[in-house]
Every structure is written in C-alpha cells, then in structure tokens.
C-alpha cells in the first residue's frame, strides 16, 4: 500500500519507521527481515530504520525485543526513539517508588521477560525487586536505553514516539510531550512545519495526514506491527 506524503526525504534517502513493539519479538524479527528483503530488491544509497519507542511491556518478550534492537543500532546505526514506556523503566531502575505505575502499564511481563516477578509492590519489595532488575539487566540493556533519543529529522519529517506541543518551537519542545501527548496533538490540524511520524495511540491501520503519520497499531494485542518505508514522497507500508 503506497501513499504520497506532502513532504519529502532527501534524495538517495530511505527512512524504515517502525511502530510501537510492546514486547513482540517475533513481530519485530518479521520487521527486520521484510526490511532486509526490501532493501535487497530495491537498493538505497542510505537506508536509516527508526524505531519510534514503547519496545517493552505487556507484550510477552520486551528482553528479546531489546535483544534485536542493541543489534540494529550497533551494526546497522538504528535510530531508537525513547517512549513513555521506556522512560517508566528508566524511572524505575532511578527510583522503586515507581513499581505501582510501571505495573500499570504492564511492567510485570517486562519483568517476567528478565526471570523476574512481583508479588507485593510495597517499597521493602520493591526495592529488593529493583535491586534483582539492575543485576538481570545485560550491559548492552544499559546501553541500549543510554543512547535512546526523543526526536529524529530527517528531510521534511519529524519522528518522536507520542508527538509536539502545537505551536511550539521544536527546540522548545517540553521531552514529556514527545512521549505522552495526545489529544492535543492529535486533534491539531496545523501545520507543524515538518510531517510528524509517531506511535504511542492505537490506530486500526496506519493513519496517514496531511500533517501526521499514526503507524501504532497496538502489535501487542492486533499481532500486527507496522513499518513504512519513506522515500522522496512516497510511504509505502510493507
């Protein structure tokens, strides 16, 4: 399904957006091979995959997901956006006061993912559950979640997992607006100045604007996840 987009990449440019993973390692190694295949029967100069966050929880290997995607980063310079989930892991490992949230969200198959589980998210258990998590968590885990980014650009496009404040300057845009705005952002039918490729709310199927391109179809649960492969002006969703 190929659509055309009111912006455009530089040439010689292929952008591989992908949407939010949620613990669907088999899902995401499907992904990766159909970007493999593509590139293989029509070659780029430069082909960049973006991947825009929300890579762990209720889905049932966020490990395996951060597995493969250590590996993109490393060997072929992915780009890894940091999502909100990411950023209630990251607030956990700082602090175990979060546990209750992140359980919310559905922390518990991510911990599951690492050999861990929770019974009790008063702070005695979770600060030994904390401790258990830093110590299960590989090295390239650490890393991975170091070298995450809040925004990509790239020609015309804007990559960020939720999406901008409205009206705002990009330089000034507030880091927990590109990772939990919604409606704003989404009911909003100006022009932002680049065409804004996120996740972070479920659609059906890719959403395609002329200000925005929604590519979250909630893999987790709809099995399905979501590239897009963006050149010149074309979206083709593999």
């Given amino acids: 399904m190929r659509f055309s987009s009111l912006g455009a990449l530089p040439p010689g ?3 591989y957006a992908v949407g939010d993973i ?3 390692a088999d899902l995401l190694a499907d992904i990766v091979d159909r970007i493999e295949s593509d590139i293989r029967r029509r070659p780029i100069e430069r082909a960049i995959e973006v991947y825009l966050g929300d890579y762990i929880d209720r889905g049932p290997d966020s490990k395996g997901v951060i597995d493969q995607l250590a590996v993109r980063m490393v060997r072929h310079g992915a780009v890894c956006l940091r999502g909100n989930h990411e950023s ?3 607030g956990f490992l700082a602090d175990p006061n979060i546990l209750p949230h992140w359980i919310q969200l559905g922390g518990l198959q991510t911990l599951a993912s690492y050999g861990l589980s929770s019974r009790s998210s008063d702070i005695g258990a979770a600060i030994a559950l904390q401790r258990s998590l830093r110590m299960a968590l ?7 979640l170091q070298c995450l980014q809040n925004t990509f650009f790239c020609g015309d496009f804007l990559f960020v997992h939720a999406g901008i404040r409205p009206g705002v300057p990009f330089n000034e845009q507030n880091p927990h607006d590109l990772i939990w705005i919604r409606e704003d952002f989404l009911s909003s039918e100006q022009q932002h100045g680049k065409i804004v490729v996120h996740g972070h709310t479920p659609v059906p199927h890719p959403d395609i604007r002329h200000n925005r391109i929604n590519i979250d179809t909630g893999a987790w649960r709809s099995g ?3 590239c897009v492969a ?5 979206v083709l969703v593999l």
């Fill in 13 to 15: 440019v292929r952008v």
């Fill in 22 to 24: 949620h613990g669907r």
């Fill in 88 to 90: 209630v892991f990251e």
């Fill in 138 to 144: 590989p090295r390239t885990h650490q890393l991975f």
């Fill in 224 to 226: 399905v996840l979501t």
């Fill in 230 to 234: 963006i050149e010149a002006s074309s």
